[in-house]
């Protein structure tokens, strides 16, 4: 009985999570990624800059409500849940550099496997449709 509704762009997540109305927590789903999880957790967790889980993280205290994240990868679709900001034990300093854009490469922080659930035939449809019919 949750609805996704998407957020203005200043909020730098995608969705709030409805029920009856009510805001029950914030959701950023990540696209299709070339990666298998098996690989994530070779690399010791799912990377997210630091910006977005800030942001998640001080909505999160603010409101007291969840964040999700739901990840595409190679071979299925994972979320993982907080009821509280993640702890981060390092920051790196990675990103793309495929794209000659000094911005693809940003502070970023790892997420546990272990948080990550694999969701059975969901797929995620592309942040450009209705906002209801994505994982």
Not at 71 to 95: D, H, L, M, S
Request: charged share 25%; glycine share 8%.
């Amino acid at each position: 009985n949750i609805q996704l509704q998407k957020l203005p762009t200043s909020y730098q997540l995608d969705f709030v999570m409805l029920h009856g109305g009510k805001a029950k927590g914030f959701v950023e789903i990540k696209g299709k990624h070339s990666l298998s999880f098996d690989r994530v957790q070779q690399y010791g967790g799912y990377l997210i800059n630091l910006n977005k889980l800030e942001r998640a993280s001080s909505l999160m205290r603010l409101t007291g409500l969840e964040f999700r994240i739901v990840v595409e990868g190679n071979g299925g679709v994972w979320a993982a849940r907080f009821i509280e900001p993640p702890a981060i034990e390092c920051v790196y300093f990675t990103g793309r550099t495929d794209r000659r854009d000094w911005q693809d490469v940003e502070p970023a922080v790892r997420l546990p496997v272990e948080r990550f659930k694999k969701l059975d035939a969901i797929t995620i449809r592309e942040k450009s449709v209705d906002p209801s019919q994505a994982a």
